[in-house]
């Protein structure tokens, strides 16, 4: 029986690590190892493409090695690094040997001198596949290790990586005061990581962390038996800090970086807004970027010159924009009410490309602009303050997104909130429970959409101008992703995943181009692993492991009887 | 819901109702079963549809009487929607099989449509190289064929084992979210191992040339696509209805615990299920490229919708449907924007082809989310 598991496990390595050199080699193939090897984590040792080859083979040795405490553990993991790299061996053979650039673009000689880290082929291939294999052993090395080593490794690592990625960022706002200034030139070179500042963050990180893992309990319990006065005051120490912080972040970060600010900020609106559509209500809209449009084609009709029509300004043409986006949004919703989970998404996403059809065509262009959209739209101004530079602007988007979280908040444990779930879960019991189902469905409409009119609004002043090709489906799809990312129906999720899915990408700018596969990847990931998403809320998270938590709770009950 | 509304709409219907005598009391209770069904909504969506119906009659009326087209250009338009219907026909097999084993939109299937002719282009543009087009055009277009088939069924399979297979049983939103995500995934997977451009499909010279048949003159490489997506799906047709597996595919559309204890493996008749769709789209896609000449990474993705729509009008689940909702909408899209949009006096119509396909998709699943053939899906779904 033992023998049998055991050459199951040796079975199961070597097709892991096919399965692992497969993706290793998908990775190289579509250019992700070259683009991300221009960015050194650490100065001159490990770059972010092998960083990203080894993360691969690790992972994959990880799993070989599940469920094994011993050598064996080792030796599947190793087995599985090595089947993997020779895999990826492979590629490079083929490569020196046939022009494999003619069919994939991305197979240069730049990506096979990666592979190989810079030697011919005889001896980089063998040395491939000896870092695969010790990099296998270390899979199943870090598998057998205890859990709060494995937590603190995980996030030291994270950290290094982390820091390793972000130094653009990080640095300016480093250099900016004066004695951290010091501790960023220690941290960083030219181009990466030192290698002492990388040990550095490795070592006060992991340390942090099992420190944490002792006492953090304890200090968590210590801050919630605080008498009343002073956990009061803690409480409101934190909220001015986050205030303080809200207000002055554009400050801090600098020109580039608010830009950056201000778009995850406009995605957080529309994250806001579709959030209630389909995190709240479940109804899944994929043409959600029509109402974007309406927003931002509403502000530049009123306001721009060019067309001539009106010549508003942008605090006057903001209401008439949110109202139509709402009244579009109960317009959109009507002929969809009775629809239901795929067959809405469909015909949502109908909608939508027939409104950027619509707003492309020559037919439309007297009023619309056609492909060359509309320009010259105002800034918007307050009191002689004019919202012109992203830090300006921030406070404008800030403004809208605390507006638009405060009123989704409210809404989502009101009354109409709970309808709204009700309608979710199952929309034939909400209905006999005595919900309005016309109503509840196209309030939801309208409420996303005019959140989405309002997102868009603030977008057309930003630009100053409006092209249809700025409203096409790949929007509504990274708003749909952050949202499921960040937790469906969670609002903190919101933030999160805008953050992580439209902020990351804006600051590598190797990333961009793999942007749209990472989401894809990401939204696929999620759905099998964690459906509840990186910040879930906490009903809909209990719904989706129902099953599996009665499970649990049914084997001692079972016991005791 | 049907409380709300029943007064606005009871006035004028009350006026003109039935008229007095034999069977009045029948005749109330009819109309009042009616009204308390026919809400506010449905009124603005009648009217919504009646609307696009009046537009659509004036339109053609004015073209027609316009005079501005010949016989002969209609006929032209009939051969290229007939050509174009054919390839919606293909892909929408896939969709119309994938809902009725899983009910579930795979979504991914217009990546499925777009891999198999982008990954036979180098294979034809090999041939191209070589003059061997030239010297053996059915030989080579026969390989390229198969090739891009093999690359379709490939994806599809691994689609379904890898993203869809664990997700059974889960809720309705969760494989359609898997899907669009694999969707963009395979996009930029083939963008990324392809390149981003568009690349030109090597011409075959014998198709480019105009034959005569029955007197029309047609483009050599309609003919080709008319008659290879019907032989097709004649095969696929007759692999359905008269082989012992294509049974069992139905079998398993229709109940799958049922044909689980009939001893048919589920699992492998839904693998089978991608497969069939995959081969379908990867002989569509090579069709596509004879057509429109080019392949690109998003190809797959207008197509994709568009073929979806075909399948909705059939009747989704329905394979029969799905042929002919295909070609209905091959038709409607060439002849739309000459035949009502040009009467309506709209500049350059056939910037607005698009839309018409995708009003007709919000239309038909308004109207008759059933399709045209499909009644038996029709309770179950949605």
Not at chain 1, 95 to 113: E, K, Y
Not at chain 1, 214 to 219: M, V
Not at chain 1, 236 to 255: D, E, F, M, R, Y
Request: glycine share 12%; hydrophobic share 55%; charged share 15%.
């Amino acid at each position: 029986m033992a023998r049998k598991r055991s050459a199951h496990g040796w079975r199961r390595s070597v097709k892991l690590g096919l399965v692992t050199g497969a993706v290793a080699v998908l990775v190289a193939l579509i250019g992700m190892v070259e683009a991300f090897s221009q960015r050194d984590i650490v100065a001159e040792l490990l770059s972010m493409g092998h960083a990203l080859i080894l993360f691969v083979l690790l992972f994959g040795a990880l799993l070989a090695a599940r469920g094994a405490y011993s050598a064996k553990g080792l030796a599947w993991g190793g087995l599985a690094g090595l089947v993997a790299s020779l895999v990826l061996g492979g590629l490079v053979l083929l490569g020196s040997l046939i022009p494999l650039r003619q069919v994939f673009i991305n197979a240069s000689p730049v990506l096979f001198q990666l592979l190989s880290f810079g030697e011919e082929p005889w001896p980089g291939i063998p040395l491939l596949c000896g870092i695969g294999f010790l990099a296998g052993v270390l899979g199943g090395t870090i598998q057998m290790l205890p859990h709060s080593l494995k937590s603190a490794l995980g996030r030291s690592v994270g950290a290094v990586v982390g820091a390793g990625v972000l130094q653009d960022m990080l640095r300016p706002i480093l250099a900016a005061w004066g004695p951290l200034s010091e501790l960023s030139d220690l941290v960083f070179e030219a181009s990466g990581l030192t290698s002492e500042g990388a040990l550095g963050i490795l070592l006060g990180v992991a340390g942090g962390s099992l420190v944490w893992e002792r006492k953090g309990q304890r200090l968590l319990k210590g801050i919630q038996n605080l008498p009343h006065g002073a956990s009061k005051a803690l409480k409101t120490g934190w909220v001015s800090l986050l205030v303080a912080l809200l207000l002055l972040l554009p400050q801090i970060l600098g020109l580039f970086l608010s830009e950056v600010l201000t778009i995850v900020g406009l995605y957080v609106l529309l994250g806001l807004g579709l959030n209630i559509v389909v995190g709240f209500a479940g109804l899944l809209d994929l043409g959600y970027v029509a109402f974007f449009a309406i927003g931002s084609y509403t502000v530049a009709i009123l306001t721009s010159p060019e067309l001539g029509f009106f010549e508003l300004s942008f605090w006057s043409a903001l209401p008439v924009a949110v109202l139509l986006g709402a009244v579009s949004g109960v317009l959109l919703g009507i002929p969809v009410l009775k629809m239901r989970g795929d067959y809405l998404a469909i015909a949502t996403l109908g909608f939508g490309e027939i409104i950027r059809i619509l707003v492309l065509s020559d037919f439309l262009r007297p009023w619309l602009g056609g492909a060359q959209g509309i320009g010259k739209i105002p800034k918007a101004g307050l009191g002689g303050f004019e919202f012109g530079t992203p830090q300006e602007l921030y406070y404008l988007i800030l403004a809208g997104c605390l507006l638009v979280g405060f009123v989704s908040w409210r809404l989502r444990d009101s009354r109409i909130g709970r309808a709204w779930m009700a309608v979710r879960e199952d929309e034939d019991v909400a209905q006999a429970m005595g919900i309005n189902l016309v109503g509840t469905k196209l309030l939801a409409f309208a409420t996303g959409a005019a959140f989405s009119a309002l997102s868009g609004a603030i977008f057309a002043t930003k630009l100053g101008s409006v092209y249809p090709h700025s409203f096409n489906v790949m929007i509504s799809i990274n708003i749909l992703c952050l949202i499921i990312v960040g937790g469906m129906g969670s609002i903190p999720g919101v933030i999160v995943g805008a953050a992580a899915l439209v902020g990351l990408p804006e600051l590598l700018r190797e990333f961009a181009e793999y942007r749209l596969l990472v989401y894809g990847a990401a939204l696929v990931a999620m759905m099998l692993l964690k459906p509840e998403g990186l910040w879930p809320e906490a009903v809909h998270k209990r719904e989706l492991h129902e099953g599996q938590d009665d499970t649990s709770r049914s084997v001692p009950a079972e016991g005791r009887s | 819901m049907s409380e709300a509304v029943k007064d606005p709409v009871g006035g004028p219907e009350t006026a003109s109702g039935p008229p007095p005598g034999l069977q009045r009391r029948h005749g109330e209770g009819m109309l009042r079963k009616l009204l308390e069904r026919f809400t506010a909504t449905d009124l603005i969506m009648w009217l919504i549809g009646g609307g696009i119906l009046t537009l659509i009659l004036a339109g053609s009326a004015a073209t027609l009487s316009a005079g501005k087209y010949t016989i002969k250009h209609w006929i032209d338009f009939m051969v290229f929607g007939l050509a174009q219907g054919s390839i919606y026909a293909l892909i929408a097999l896939g969709y119309t099989m994938v809902y009725g084993v899983l009910r579930m939109i795979n979504f991914a299937h217009s990546e499925v449509f777009m891999s198999g002719p982008y990954t036979a282009y180098f294979v034809a543009a090999f041939f191209h190289r070589s003059g061997l087009l030239e010297s053996h055009p059915v030989l080579s277009m026969f390989m390229v064929l198969l090739v891009s088939m093999a690359a379709s069924t490939l994806v599809a399979y691994l689609l379904e084992r890898i993203a869809y297979r664990p997700l059974r049983g889960a809720p309705r939103l969760v494989p359609l979210i898997t899907a669009i995500g694999a969707s963009f995934f395979l996009q930029y997977t083939f963008r990324g191992l392809y390149g981003s451009g568009f690349q030109a499909y090597p011409v075959v010279k014998a198709l480019e040339r105009q034959w005569d048949i029955l007197g029309i003159r047609v483009l050599g490489f309609q003919v080709v696509v008319i008659a290879a997506a019907a032989l097709m799906m004649g095969a696929l047709y007759f692999f359905v209805q008269k082989t012992k597996m294509g049974k069992a595919l139905r079998a398993v559309s229709e109940d799958k615990e049922s044909a689980a204890l009939m001893g048919i493996d589920v699992d492998r008749m839904i693998s089978m299920t991608f497969i069939i769709g995959g081969m379908a789209a990867g002989a569509a896609g090579v069709l596509y490229a004879l057509m429109f000449k080019q392949v690109h990474f998003f190809m797959g993705f207008i197509p994709g919708i568009k073929a979806f729509t075909a399948a909705v009008l059939g009747g989704i689940g329905n394979i029969p449907g799905a042929m002919l909702g295909g070609i209905f909408l091959g038709f409607i899209e060439s002849l739309g924007p000459s035949l009502f949009l040009d009467g309506l006096g709209i500049v350059a119509p056939y910037q607005l082809k698009d839309a018409i396909a995708f009003t007709m998709l919000v239309l038909v699943l308004i109207f008759r989310p059933t399709g045209i053939l499909g009644e038996r899906l029709a309770v179950k779904k949605a």
